[in-house]
């Protein structure tokens, strides 16, 4: 089992910066790939970036490549968003979500997901 729970969602002009984060419990985060998926009002959850279990392997959408980072520390059980140059296209509710096997771009294959966090980003 793996609980997750993101924060650093908020509002924030155009061009500028958030990290989301999103801290794991269980046993088994270090062994999971981990990924983020965004849903805008009247739209369908979309993929938004995800990494392997050791850090090594990232991909990324295509409309946030260059602009967003992820990362992840095992030893805190954390998984870093790092967006820059946000435009007011990324305003959605970010979820963070986590799977035994390997590193994937598609929501169904998540196991365990957090509750989201709030992106707004005004022109």
């Known amino acids: 089992q793996v609980q997750l729970v993101e924060s650093g969602g908020g509002l924030v002009q155009a061009g500028g910066s958030l990290r989301l984060s999103c801290a794991a419990s269980?046993?088994?985060?270090?062994?999971?790939?981990m990924g983020w998926f965004r849903q805008a009002p009247g739209k369908e959850r979309e993929f938004v970036a995800t990494?392997?279990?050791?850090?090594?392997?990232?991909f990324y959408a295509d409309s946030v490549k260059g602009r967003f980072a992820l990362s992840r520390d095992n030893a805190k059980n954390t998984v870093y968003l790092q967006m820059n140059s946000l435009k007011p296209e990324d305003t959605a509710i970010y979820y963070c979500?986590?799977?035994?096997?390997?590193?994937?771009?598609?929501?169904?294959?998540?196991?365990?997901w957090g509750q989201g966090t709030q992106v707004t980003v005004s022109s």
């Open positions: 979500a986590a799977r035994s096997g390997a590193l994937s771009t598609l929501s169904g294959l998540y196991e365990y």
């Open positions: 269980g046993s088994t985060f270090s062994y999971s790939a």
């Open positions: 990494i392997n279990w050791g850090g090594s392997t990232v």
